[in-house]
């Protein structure tokens, strides 16, 4: 077998690397006794490591936030987004909390009041966002002011503070309103965003 040119070689079918050709019989008789294809990344992986291969480079591993064992390609997917505790901002008080622990907290904290100046009313802060599109179109001048005074009249500055001790009626009557005009709001606010995308010229 001495005739081979130096440059020429043999695809060795174990392992499909191409061998020197006066190598190839060595080559071919180490390669089937020891090394292995990995059926997950198909690297050759000596026989005797194949386990330890396994362990240390496709084997789920924990996470560290939640323990929950996890596909390494997707640890990082889960611990931005997944995972049940990583830490999430709540949208109304900004304070970090477990993501498990999120829908429960913001059920209650949505539910907390903030005095608006501009309306002088108190705001749901779920209903924020909604009331501040509101409360801005009638400050510029819209007229939903007038329909809004003549449905239910400014409220009198002495009963700001003494929104927790009103009588059920007046609550029940006042959230009737406040859903109301939440609506309206809603429906003004998108109109106005609708005109302002229209006049304004392409940036
Ligand atoms: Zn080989
Ligand atoms: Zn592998
Ligand atoms: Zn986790
Ligand atoms: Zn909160
Ligand atoms: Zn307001």
């Known amino acids: 077998m001495a005739n081979f040119p130096e440059s020429s ?16 019989e060595l080559h071919y008789a180490h390669c089937v006794r020891n090394l292995e294809r990995c059926s997950i990344c198909g690297d050759m992986v000596p026989k005797r490591h194949a386990e330890e291969h396994y ?4 084997a789920p591993v924990a996470c560290s ?8 390609d997707v640890l990082t997917l889960h611990k931005d ?3 049940p505790q990583r830490i999430v901002i709540c949208e109304y008080c900004e304070f970090p ?16 009041t903030e005095y608006c100046e501009n309306c002088r009313k108190y705001v749901r802060l779920r209903e924020r966002s909604s009331h501040e599109i509101q ?12 329909a ?25 009557r006042r959230l009737i309103v406040t859903i109301a005009i939440t609506g309206i709001a809603v429906v003004i606010g998108s109109f106005i965003l609708q005109r302002r995308n229209q006049n304004q010229p392409p940036q």
Do not use: M, W, Y
């Open 55 to 58: 362990a240390s480079t496709h």
């Open 97 to 112: 909390l477990p993501a498990v622990d999120l829908l429960k907290h913001q059920e209650l904290c949505g539910n907390r």
């Open 9 to 24: 070689t043999t695809t060795c079918d174990h392992c499909d690397r191409a061998i020197p050709t006066p190598n190839f």
């Open 65 to 72: 936030l939640c323990s929950e064992k996890v596909e390494r």
């Open 148 to 172: 809004e005074s003549s449905r239910e009249g400014r409220v009198p500055a002495r009963e700001q503070g003494a929104r927790r001790g009103q009588g059920q009626d007046a609550s029940k």
């Open 135 to 146: 409360c801005c179109s009638a400050s510029n001048g819209l007229d939903t002011d007038a």
């Open 81 to 83: 987004e997944k995972c």
